[in-house]
């Protein structure tokens, strides 16, 4: 038998699948609360009783179903004792991955302008924890010293115009970059 909260939860799923395969459809500005209630098989008043707003609803995709928690994951426990390089590689290639799994998610993240803000906060955090392990690695002598908030940048940058214009992408070569005698 499940439990009330278990069935929230799984409402409140079922609410963001929907808006996602709606947002990715339309588009944020093009969805209306009454399209994602329909899509959900829902009332907008029920979908109101989980997020306040079409923003929110957008936030919270954006939050728990982007490549964040993953990135958090891997650069606390997923390094521990391997080198840099390893790590870059798995991290590049698992958010090459996410990208390529979830076309919906990528049409949000990119045409996500009214959750901007959210955005440059989540987007600002990944880049601070990459930045972050970078500066280790160049503090280890493990890469050479450069500007490790643009180097996250442009990393995750060059990988996610790539998966949109369906390119491949050589991985270790772009993590080659950042090494010393490697161009």
């Given amino acids: 038998m499940t439990t009330r909260k278990e069935q929230a939860e799984r409402r409140r799923e079922q609410l963001l699948d929907a808006a996602l395969t709606v947002f990715a459809a339309k588009g944020v500005d093009g969805a209306s609360v009454k399209d994602l209630a ?10 109101y009783r989980y997020f306040d707003s079409k ?4 936030e919270t995709l954006l939050r728990e179903r982007g490549f964040l928690p993953r990135l958090r994951e891997l ?17 590049l290639t698992d958010f090459d991955t996410l990208l390529a799994d979830n076309a919906d998610l990528v049409a949000l ?13 989540l987007t600002g955090e990944g880049q601070h924890l990459i930045g972050a392990f970078l500066e280790s690695a160049v503090a280890a002598g493990e890469l050479r010293p450069h500007d490790t908030r643009t180097a996250a ?10 998966r949109a214009m369906r390119a491949p992408i050589d991985v270790p070569a ?6 010393p005698g490697e161009r």
Avoid: M
């Fill in 38 to 47: 329909t899509a959900a098989g829902v009332t907008p008043g029920l979908l």
């Fill in 55 to 58: 923003e929110a609803l957008v």
């Fill in 75 to 91: 650069l606390t426990a997923g390094h521990t004792g391997r080198p840099a390089r390893e790590v870059l590689i798995d991290l």
């Fill in 109 to 121: 993240f990119f045409g996500a302008t009214r959750a901007r803000a959210a955005l440059a906060e």
């Fill in 153 to 162: 940048r442009t990393l995750f940058a060059t990988v996610a115009v790539n």
């Fill in 174 to 179: 772009l993590i080659g970059l950042l090494y």
